[in-house]
C-alpha cells in the first residue's frame, strides 16, 4: 500500500515560515514499524528547537515527535499492535506533522478506549515527561507527601500536567508562570503555590513559602533566564533538574558551583532514554494512562490549528501566548 500524504516539512532550519507543507509518497512498513493514520498531531517546545536548529537535525527533515491516529499496517516483528487499532506515541524520528506515515513501533502504544484521539496525541510526549520527572528523576531519599518541588513554566503543556498529578501525589508544587492569568490556572489545576515569575522575585517567594528552607527538587524547563535563580532554590541535598531551554540555554556551570549551594546534585534528563525500550515505554505510559483514566490528570488542549497552519501554531508557543496542550488536526 502507498498513498500521497500531506507532510510539514523543513528545507533550511529558521523561523516558524521554515516550516512548508509538502505532499509525500508514503508506503509500507518495514521490520518493526507500524504505518499510522494521524487523527491529532501534538506540539511541543522541543519541536520549535528542531524547527530552529537548535537541535541540528539532517535536512530536510519532518516535524513534531507526538500523536494519535489508527494502525493501518504493522511491519515484521511487530507483535504489540494490529492494524485497525487505535493508538498514540511520543517518538523519535521527528515527522509527526502529516496527515499519515511509517516509523518505529518501539514507542506507540495501544490508545485505551476511553481516551479520544485529540487527547491521546496532547499527553503522550508531556504525560511521559511528567511521569518520569515526578516520578523518575528524584532526589535522595525520593519525595514524600508534603514536600516542596518548584515547576517552571507551569501553566505550560508538561507544566499543567505536572501540576495536576503532583497534587495527587500529596507534593506542594510551587509553579512559575509569565502572567497572573497563567498562575491562576496552574493554581487551579493543582499547584500549591504560584509565582509570576515576571513581575515577583521567585527565589524571595520560594524562600518565604518554605520558611526558609528551599524546595528538595527544581524542575527547570526555561534555562537561561531562571537558572542562577533556581540554584539558589534548592535546600541542601536538594536536585536541580533540568529539562530544558525555552529562554535558551543555561551557562555551563563550574562543578565547584554544586558544593558551594549545599552539595546539590544536579541532571539533564531527556524522555528519550526512558523510552528506549518498548517495555519501559508501555509502563510509563500505564502509569500515565492510569491518572488520566481516573480523572486525577486532565489533559486540557487550549489551542487546536490545522495542520497547514503549523507556523502560527509555533509563533504561538514561542510568544508564550499558549496554555496547557496544543493540537494539529491534519
Ligand atoms: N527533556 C525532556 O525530556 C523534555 C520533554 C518534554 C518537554 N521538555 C521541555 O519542557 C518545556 C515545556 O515543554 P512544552 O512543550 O510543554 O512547552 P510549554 O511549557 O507549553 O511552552 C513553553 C513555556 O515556557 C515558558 N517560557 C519561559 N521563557 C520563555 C521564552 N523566553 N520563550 C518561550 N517560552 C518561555 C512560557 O511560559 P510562561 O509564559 O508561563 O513563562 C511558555 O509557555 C520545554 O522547555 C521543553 O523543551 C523537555
Known sequence: MSSRERAIKVQVPGDADAMQLVEVEVGDPG???????????????????????????????????????????????????????????????????????????????RLPDAIDFETGAAMMLKGLTAQYLLRRTLPQGGLQ????????????????IACQWARALGLQLIGTAGSDEKCALAAEL??????????????????????????????????????????????????????GAASGPPAPVAVGTLAAKGSIYLTRPTLFTHIATHENTQAMADELFEVVGSGQVKIRIDQRYPLADAARAHRDLEARKTTGSSVLLP
Not at 44 to 53: A, E, K, T, W
Not at 205 to 228: C, M, N
Request: hydrophobic letters at 40%.
Open 145 to 160: 507527601a508534603g514536600d516542596f518541588v518548584l515547576f517552571h513554566a507551569a501553566a505550560g503543556g508538561v507544566g499543567l
Open 190 to 243: 493543582g499547584a500549591a503555590f504560584t509565582i509570576n515569575y515576571r513581575t515577583e522575585n521567585f527565589v524571595a517567594r520560594v524562600k518565604e513559602i518554605t520558611g526558609g528552607r528551599g524546595v528538595k527538587v527544581v524542575y527547570d524547563s526555561v534555562g537561561k533566564d531562571t537558572w542562577d535563580g533556581s540554584l539558589d532554590c534548592l535546600q541542601p541535598f536538594g536536585l536541580m533538574a533540568s529539562f
Open 31 to 109: 521490520p518493526g514499524e507500524v504505518r499510522i493514520r494521524h487523527q491529532a498531531c501534538g506540539i511541543n517546545y522541543i519541536d520549535v528547537y528542531h524547527r530552529s536548529g537548535a537541535y541540528p537535525l539532517p535536512a530536510p527533515f519532518g516535524i513534531g515527535g507526538e500523536g494519535a491516529g489508527l494502525i493501518e499496517a504493522v511491519g515484521e516483528g511487530v507483535t504489540h499492535l494490529a492494524a485497525g487499532d487505535r493508538a498514540a506515541y511520543a517518538s523519535q524520528p521527528p515527522g509527526s506533522y502529516c496527515t499519515a506515515r511509517v516509523m518505529p513501533a518501539r514507542n506507540v502504544v
